[in-house]
């Protein structure tokens, strides 16, 4: 007992900081001494720290660094040549201002899951939607439930083929890629997209009726510090910002169902390349190579709009240290806390709830995706915890691993999105709004209704089987 005590002061600790704007790289390894110390010091604290906090923070880097890389540069190569907010300015005209809240989400989905950066998409998106909100006189404060309904839920975990790390971190525990399970995903994006929306509009409509505008609710003080709009004019056209996004997509569905399982690979059998097989890399290997080639395309299609190519690529370069740091130390964390003996404790009793593997598997990541903040972070946590685990139940009991992997990415993002989420934080500065204003709406859109659409997959999975 006095055990988990220490896990749950280890992990409030952690979340008071990392909510009070601590760097979770220094704040981890502490929290995680916190945890040892309550465990009884069954390892010494600076050989946990070398043996096991670092094994963990590199193997995470060694298996996902080329798809935070990518992912940063492809994000701000479409940020600095005009791209992104090309796209946005579209959406924005075929839905028209009248459709504000839509248009955001749409644009938002659409830059995210075409593999950019959802904080490059905040970046792009807001001044624009903070244009069409005031104009539509609707409530700033809503601005960032619509960024988050667009970036942070059904383009992340949903759509068949996602490009985003929550859609790649199951592959290699599962043998699946990112096209798992795809008429599920889709209804799950469905359940998202369609509650979120009406939603969002349904508050937009009470807010009007209380003859509140855009900057008239309560705690918003003044719209001077509002970023200006990026200029519509001087911009790469639809057709040119549109095609590295829908690369990425159609590359990684040709790589990943046809061209990496064709490929001669007997050689991943050898010990220098760890002893594996087509089956747990060949996802990860097809999201990489479909990035790079939209990369080099982008650069290719937009190359005299851009004030410095190389400058571009080592800002986006740089700007993935930090994200996959975060990140990492997040899931070496969760290794310390694995290893120790109370852990265990709580993980069994978590897989006793239920003797479904897939139920089962949706609680753990979901738990562990809530206590850290992080979908991805808490959904690596939970699967090197349990995945092979789970995965040998579901081969027993003949489930399709596909419906693990599934349900593994809509259950990290659920309970990701408490207040003490990074992303929540990150987006609700970005936007200038506080948690007391905002939240609420965030809350509704990235962590009810992406709970509710996991319901409906397992339900459906259990009626219908995967599909």
Known sequence: MFGILGIVLSLALLIFLAYRGWNVIVIAPICAMVGLLFGGLDAPLIATYTQVFMPALGNYLIKFFPLFLLGAVFGKLMDDSGCAQTIAHKIVEWTGKERAIIAIILACGVLTYGGVSLFVVAFAVFPVAMQMFREGNLPKRLIPAAIALGSFTFTMTALPGSPAIQNAIPIPYFHTDTFAAPGLGVIAALVMFGCGSVWLMFRARRARLAGEGYGDHSGYETMASDPTPAPAGNMPSFAVAISPVLLVLVLNFVFSKYIVPAMDTDYLALPTYGKTSVSAVGGIWSIILAMLIACVVLIGLTWKRFKNVRQSVTDGALGSMLPILNVGSEVAYGAVIAS????????????????????????????????????????????????????????????????????????????????????????????????????????????????????????????????
Do not use: E, K
């Open 340 to 467: 120790l003996a109370s852990f265990l404790i709580v993980r069994d009793w978590l897989m006793t709830l239920t003797d479904n593997p897939v139920i089962g598997l949706a609680v753990v990541v979901n738990v562990l995706a809530g206590i850290t903040g992080s979908s991805s972070g808490g959904m690596s946590i939970a699967l090197q915890a349990v995945g092979q685990t789970y995965f040998d139940l579901a081969q027993a009991a003949g489930i399709n691993p596909q419906i693990l992997h599934r349900v593994a990415t809509l259950a990290s993002g659920g309970l990701d999105a408490l207040p003490h989420s990074g992303a929540v934080i990150t987006l609700l500065a970005i936007c200038q709004m506080n948690h007391r204003q905002s939240y609420f709406d965030i809350f509704m859109v990235s962590v009810v209704f992406p709970l509710t659409s996991l319901l409906v997959v397992i339900v459906l999975w259990s009626m219908f089987g995967t599909f």
